[in-house]
């Protein structure tokens, strides 16, 4: 299986950081991996697997908290490695496996640890989900592993590098992760196809969250019910998701706040004419499979949940997603618009009727507002409410006085009249533009030394110029070959595609070699060159090559020769035909060089070529030689 781009970027990138990042067995090097929902985690997390234990020998577990999730990360190991040695550990799966790689739900395995032995890495899928709490089942694994190995690594993945009361779960003393090693964004790979966009549908109400109270950093659950489960929305977005079916879409997800709640949207869904069904965590598993089958078969229009299809679900044909859940949470937010991220056939965006201000609570998924962890204060006041009748204070949630009987009256469910059309994307992606052609008329290269790093290794840059630019600055573009960076590294990898694609043999180890045989004429010659937009620069797409000129080749005797111009090694001058000198070499020999006539120096060696034209090389001669004998050029 070969990994995209931004795939493999994200493996090199953990390499690279446990190579350099400081570790101790206090605070062992333990970086995050983020990649957007839909951007296909798993393949990754299998080849960082793969190489964990062919290239190091490590025994691996992967843990993570659903059934579905472990079946997916063993399907993603072993479609990078099918003979990996792969154990599962799920009781939901009904397997107690161990092996050098163990899959396993962290509830199963959280009284078997000492099964697992020694542990060199820990991968965590979902890591958001890790509590930095002592008392739950992942720090108690953690503590167990390390106790028997202190300098665990641990890894883990998440398309949403924060929770909600911690904030980023790389920052705080209690924090497991020390790092981000890589971060894809969401709009790089909108961009480039590998997501689906998602546009913002207009909805009329909003819910009004005035009587919603919060506890432990989210709205109350009870309170939020009855701000949310109203007829006037429930109907707007039944009306909204129905409109939106009958407009094309085929695919709608609608999230509620509770069971009663997911069942009444279902009903409404329903009385207009639309199929609809309900999954929730009560759903039985065989129940639960031939809805989403239906559902992914697009037999079925549309699914109700609370709480269960957040993460984890993997549903390509989601085209509609109604919100009628609000959250605190910027992670929950994130991992519901993720749903319709991914690409189906037929599907060109996912329209997000997001009824519960979580755009305006959190801003666009691409830019999300992440509040940091807050200090406790001893000296804050909880906040209270008075009793009308005996003025005892009370907490806000409290409906009967604790002193006097007194009861408040249930709030009222209630929709609030603002309506909301927040962009779900910091900013409108515009349609990607097709590759733009250019002839060719001109390659150069040489060697590139990045300025202002002495560390960075060179890099081989081509430059391509079009018809008679030579030495005229109208260069097309450039690019640069990454041919002394870290063997296997991606950078590495591009540069052995590059070389093999126009010159054909072995990468050589350095720079200097490279341009050596591309002095040589071992480049292919090059006719055209496709470019398309990176940003505000130009980026090589494709290289059209002509057929390579064989020597001794005579077809075109008949015609006038072309005369070549190449520019000065020394004062890069463009020069045709510039005169033949004679020089001795340190041993004696006879050299042949063309000599540059503006600055004097040797005309040769420095790989500025026509894209069509051969090499002339200099050429030693001994006593018997005369200037006037056949010579190369």
């Known amino acids: 299986m070969k990994l995209r781009d931004y795939q493999q970027e994200a493996v090199d990138a953990v390499f690279a950081y446990w190579e350099r990042a400081p570790s101790t067995t206090e605070k062992p090097a333990s970086p995050l991996v983020v990649m957007p929902t839909g951007s296909g985690k798993s393949p990754t997390l299998g080849e960082t697997t793969r190489r964990l ?53 962290v509830q199963s395995i959280v009284r078997a640890t000492s099964r697992l032995g020694h542990v060199d890495v820990l991968i965590i899928d979902e890591a958001h989900l890790l509590s930095p709490e002592d008392a739950t089942s992942y720090q108690r694994v953690i503590s167990d592993l390390r106790t028997v190995n202190p300098d665990m690594r641990i890894l883990g993945y998440t398309a949403t590098p924060y929770r909600l009361g911690q904030g980023f779960l790389t920052e705080g003393e209690s924090a497991l992760f020390t790092a981000v090693a890589y971060d894809v964004g969401v709009k790089r790979l909108i961009s480039e196809g590998w997501l689906s966009p998602v546009v913002t549908g207009y909805v009329r109400e909003q819910i009004d969250l005035s009587e919603v109270g919060v506890r432990a950093g989210e709205f109350a659950a009870k309170d939020l019910e009855l701000a949310c489960d109203v007829d006037k929305i429930n109907g707007i977005v039944a009306d909204d998701v129905k409109g939106a079916i009958d407009g094309g879409r085929t695919s709608a997800m609608i999230f509620g706040t509770s069971v009663a709640h997911a069942k009444r949207l279902r009903n409404e869904m329903h009385m207009r004419g639309v199929s609809c069904d309900v999954i929730t965590g009560e759903t039985e598993r ?77 801003g666009p998924i691409d830019d999300v507002k992440v509040k940091p962890k807050g200090k406790k204060s001893s000296d804050a006041e909880a906040p209270t409410k008075t009793c009308p009748r005996c003025l005892a204070q009370q907490a806000p949630a409290v409906r009967v006085c604790l002193h006097c009987g007194f009861e408040w009256p249930a709030p009222e469910r209630k929709a609030n009249d603002k309506a909301s059309n927040l962009p779900a994307l910091s900013l409108e992606l515009k349609p990607k533009a097709p590759p733009v052609r250019h002839s060719v008329g001109t390659v150069e290269w040489h060697k590139h030394i990045k300025a202002g790093d002495d560390t960075a290794p060179p890099t081989l840059r081509i430059d391509y110029y079009p018809d008679g630019a030579l030495g005229l600055g109208r260069k097309i573009v450039s690019e640069w070959v990454c041919v002394q960076h870290e063997e296997g590294g991606f950078a590495w990898r591009k540069a052995m595609k590059w070389w093999a694609d126009h010159v054909g043999c072995r990468l050589p180890d350095n720079v200097d070699d490279a341009i050596e045989l591309l002095d040589e004429g071992h480049m292919r010659p090059v006719e055209a060159i496709e470019t398309e937009k990176d940003g ?98």
Not at 303 to 310: G, N, Q
Not at 573 to 590: F, Q, S, W
């Open 53 to 105: 234990v062919q290239d190091y020998g490590c025994r691996v577990v992967i843990a993570t908290h659903r059934a579905e999730l472990i079946a997916q990360d063993a399907k993603a190991v072993r479609s990078i490695w099918p003979m990996a040695p792969v154990g599962i550990f799920s009781a939901g799966l009904g397997r107690k496996e161990v092996d050098q790689i163990t899959i396993c739900g």
């Open 286 to 362: 065989s129940e639960r499979d031939e809805i989403i089958g239906r559902f992914k078969a697009r037999k079925l229009a549309c699914l109700s949940s609370c709480d269960v299809l957040t993460t984890g679900f993997d549903a390509p044909v989601v085209d509609v997603l109604a919100m009628v859940r609000p959250t605190m949470s910027p992670s929950l937010y994130v991992q519901m618009v993720g749903r319709g991220m991914r690409l189906a056939d037929g599907k060109t965006d996912c329209l997000l009727l997001d009824y519960g201000g979580n755009i305006a609570r959190h």
């Open 536 to 633: 505000k620069w130009d980026r090589v797409v494709a290289i059209h090559h002509g057929d390579p000129r064989e020597a001794g080749d005579d077809s075109d005797e008949d015609e006038a020769p072309v005369k070549v111009k190449r520019p000065c090694a020394e004062c890069g001058m463009p020069v045709e035909d510039p005169p033949v000198v004679k020089r001795l070499d340190a041993i004696g020999r006879t050299l042949f060089f063309r000599q540059c006539p503006y600055c004097h120096g040797n005309h040769g060696g420095v790989g500025k070529w026509l894209a069509h034209t051969p090499e002339i090389e200099a050429v030693a001669v001994d006593e018997n030689t005369d200037e006037g004998d056949d010579l190369p050029w």
